[in-house]
């Protein structure tokens, strides 16, 4: 099913790149005309092509790193298009490890004269040794009309020269009726058929029998952060008796570095890992976030000034035990936090590859978790999707255990966009790897809207054949970044609009809950949704069995035999 979502998504892709080209000499085969411009550095074509025999020089930027080519584009109001350049970085900055590229699309309205931009793709650790990268990117154009539509590379480090060829901007055809869509591949991939076959002993009448057939854990992975204090207080048993009850699957952030409950020599991290023993007695799919985070301001404040070689002593020894204390516990990893956006580590060790060793050392001395990437900008505001997507393709060519990709989904000041959302989670996939949404929060103050959106949202994700589950980031309005987001409000726990829409689609609309009667058959079909199930056997309405099984493929056969002792003397 995977590979005829892709082949869909492809065909939108080729369906678009035999359209025009909003870009204007975007190989640069004839000479500069004027449709490119470039603000105080100059500009003229190279033989050094990406494709073709001409590409675009970019030199002398002097003033600022925000000068880069650019070209007015006509777009269509509301239409989805496809970007896509190549660049390759001809020079280096002594003592600065990567360049930093974005995409950017300029607006100004019409009517009243303001002016908006939108990030389209971010690229943060380019080198010159790298040669031609891709930058790519889906979008939307504004729906309201707009005077100035301009198209804008915005450059590294100033004295850096570069090179731009290939750019293009393509329409996309409309997704049609996206929900119908969306639901037709959640039947087909989260779903299955199950055999049922009734055997019944000497003297049972199948009309005196009734089953109740519940589903009562998802294989899809269904999960929330959690605060680790709370989830080992007995004072919060309702927030607790909620966390089990809608979700299989828990974040506790409780073992990031700064968050050392103890010393540099004598670190505590005892609260985190009682969570986490507590988690796993109620057989919750447990994920550690995170490792590192290669960023200054989320290190212990004794780390961030120390020299190279002291530095790697202590990052090794925090390494070293934090798998040990976690060894066994954690079914999930996020090792390198937010990659794409930092790279302290890399810098302070003047290595790019750092990262890639941690991931080889964790593996090595913890086989269990999976070993994830984790970032943010890849879904809601997916300016990164496009790096991400070469970072972790990297990873796996260099060998490194890379196992499964997190996306965060803060959709904070965006609408969730089911076609856009569709192509970036195919573009991500092309990884081959898992995706997991770990960390989704739809901010909005109506909590009806709210409850739209997140419908919208989950069941996009919750459709895409490389996803393997979705972690809300927090669900009660009193742990949450934004009360906003929240799906549960006030001391009591109160399940708000949004929450009722969530817990309903995890719980009703995408579970299986069937009550039937075997007088119409003792073998049947049933169609329900992948995880475990308990079946309950009843004669003249008293339990008289209780069977358990799980449905993991897109099929299996259920056999179960009913004793005429138990039936017939069901207080037994």
Not at 18 to 33: C, D, I, K, P, Y
Not at 126 to 133: A, L, M
Not at 314 to 342: F, P, S
Not at 451 to 469: N, Q, W
Request: proline share 4%.
């Amino acid at each position: 099913m995977w590979s005829k979502v892709l082949v869909c998504c492809a065909f939108l892709v080729a369906f678009g790149s035999a359209q025009q080209n909003a870009v204007q000499n975007h190989g640069f085969e004839s000479e500069l005309r004027g449709h490119w411009e470039s603000d105080g550095f100059s500009i003229s074509r190279s033989s050094d092509a990406h494709g073709g025999s001409h590409s675009l020089r970019c030199a002398g930027r002097m003033h600022n790193s925000h000068q880069g080519p650019a070209q007015l584009v006509t777009l269509t109001p509301g239409k989805m298009y496809k970007f896509s350049a190549y660049v390759k970085q001809l020079t280096d900055m002594p003592g600065t490890l990567f360049q930093k590229y974005r995409a950017i699309m300029q607006y100004q309205d019409s009517g009243t004269g303001k002016h908006s931009q939108e990030n389209l793709a971010y690229h943060t650790t380019v080198r010159s040794v790298d040669g031609w990268f891709r930058m790519a990117a889906f979008f939307r154009a504004p729906t309201q009309a707009v005077s100035l539509s301009k198209l804008k590379i915005q450059a590294p480090d100033i004295s850096i020269d570069f090179l731009l060829d290939d750019v293009t901007i393509v329409e996309l055809p409309d997704l049609a009726d996206w929900k119908t869509e969306a639901n037709q591949r959640i039947n087909q991939l989260r779903m299955g058929d199950i055999h049922f076959r009734f055997n019944l002993g000497p003297g049972i009448s199948a009309s005196d029998i009734d089953v109740q057939i519940d589903h009562v854990k998802h294989l899809f992975g269904w999960g929330t952060l959690v605060k680790d204090q709370w989830m080992i207080d007995s004072n919060y048993r309702h927030y607790q008796d909620m966390v089990y009850e809608y979700f299989n699957t828990a974040t506790t952030q409780g073992l990031k570095w700064k968050f050392d409950k103890g010393t540099a020599t004598h670190p505590d991290y005892s609260q985190a890992m009682a969570c986490v023993d507590s988690l796993r007695q109620k057989g919750m799919l447990v994920r550690a976030h995170n490792l590192f985070w290669g960023f200054e301001k989320n290190l212990p404040p004794y780390v961030v000034h120390m020299a190279p070689h002291q530095l790697n002593v202590t990052v090794q020894n925090h390494l070293n035990y934090m798998i040990n204390i976690t060894k066994g516990k954690a079914d999930h990893w996020d090792v390198m936090n937010e990659l794409v956006h930092g790279q302290w580590f890399e810098e302070q060790f003047h290595n790019p590859d750092y990262s890639q060793d941690v991931y080889r050392q964790v593996k090595q001395l913890d086989p269990k978790p999976l070993l994830m990437l984790n970032d943010f900008n890849v879904v809601a505001r997916p300016e990164i999707a496009d790096a991400y997507l070469q970072q972790s393709q990297k990873f796996l060519s260099q060998g490194v255990p890379l196992q499964a990709l997190g996306l965060q989904g803060h959709f904070h000041e965006t609408v969730p966009d089911p076609q856009r959302m569709m192509l970036y989670l195919d573009h991500v996939a092309q990884a081959g790897l898992p995706l997991w949404v770990t960390e989704l929060d739809v901010q909005q103050q109506d909590p009806d809207v709210r409850a739209d959106y997140y419908d919208t949202a989950l069941r996009v994700l919750f459709s895409h054949p490389a996803m393997h589950g979705i972690v809300l980031w927090g669900f009660w309005d009193q742990h949450v970044v934004d009360k906003r987001s929240a799906l549960v409000d006030g001391n009591n726990l109160n399940i708000n609009a949004a929450g009722k829409q969530v817990f309903h689609l995890i719980k009703d609309e995408w579970s299986t809950h069937v009550h039937r009667t075997l007088s119409s058959g003792t073998d049947f079909h049933l169609r329900g949704f992948k995880g475990d199930y308990e079946v309950t056997v009843k004669s003249h309405g008293v339990n008289v069995k209780v069977v358990h099984f799980s449905l993991t493929g897109n099929q299996t056969t259920v056999n179960i035999n009913v004793d005429s002792t138990r039936v017939l003397s069901p207080h037994l």
